[in-house]
């Protein structure tokens, strides 16, 4: 079965490091996403893909970064990690733009 | 305004009870409505969607949207306790990302 996976699925890290976290899908899916997920806040778009060499930044992209070099990854990348960046991190993709979204099951990130 | 409202809750029902969620938008040019379950420490799964003003039902599901009033629910008939979840309610807007409201979170009270 077609599935997006991620990982690690938990990620301790200390501030000032480089993190990468993983997102791989097996549905073809040209379009790929990467939220983060607060108490209070829901889920917030960090960037997003609509193909290969396609990245855009959402609307909490400040410290992050993604490249897309093929079609079943994007990985998101922490430059500095900050404390302020220990959250849970969803990945998605789906077929359609604007259309349902499928996620993966989440990294749970702690910078101290 | 945010952009998808929903109220936090909890909202609290009995077994067996039908549980209204309800969701408003800001965009008049939104698209495309979904609702997702998501329980304590996993990740957002799809149950509804829908894209045309009126009901549509799955199972003891019923999405429920009005454009004109701008507002999208779901309805959880017999609920039962394993539905004790957080719903979230997403948008496509005009620009076709999808904008998640915060959630509404489901106590089913056995």
């Known amino acids: 079965d077609a599935e997006i996976t991620q990982s690690p699925r938990h990620k301790i890290t200390e501030t000032g490091r480089q993190v990468t976290l993983a997102c791989h899908q097996t549905w073809n899916h040209n379009n790929m996403f990467w939220y983060r997920q607060d108490l209070g806040h829901g889920l917030r778009l960090i960037h997003y893909?609509?193909?290969?060499?396609?990245?855009n930044k959402g609307e909490v992209s400040d410290g992050y970064s993604v490249s897309r070099s093929n079609t079943e990854d994007l990985p998101l990348t922490l430059e500095s990690a900050a404390s302020s960046q220990t959250s849970v991190y969803f990945c998605?993709?789906?077929?359609?733009?604007?259309?349902?979204?499928?996620f993966g099951a989440g990294t749970r990130l702690s910078v101290l | 305004q945010k952009e998808v409202e929903q109220n936090s809750g909890p909202l609290s029902v009995p077994e067996g009870a039908i549980a209204s969620l309800n969701c408003t938008y800001s965009?008049?040019?939104?698209?495309?409505f979904f609702w997702y379950r998501q329980y304590s420490g996993k990740s957002p799964e799809l149950i509804m969607f829908?894209?045309?003003?009126g009901d549509k039902e799955d199972g003891r599901f019923t999405a429920q949207l009005n454009k004109a009033s701008q507002y999208v629910s779901l309805l959880i008939r017999d609920s039962q306790p394993s539905d004790s979840a957080t719903y979230l309610c997403a948008v496509t807007p005009s620009s076709y990302k999808l904008i998640f409201g915060s959630g509404t979170r489901l106590l089913v009270r056995p």
């Open positions: 829908i894209y045309s003003n």
């Open positions: 965009d008049r040019g939104s698209q495309s």
């Open positions: 893909s609509y193909g290969v060499q396609d990245t």
């Open positions: 998605a993709s789906s077929e359609r733009r604007g259309d349902i979204q499928y």
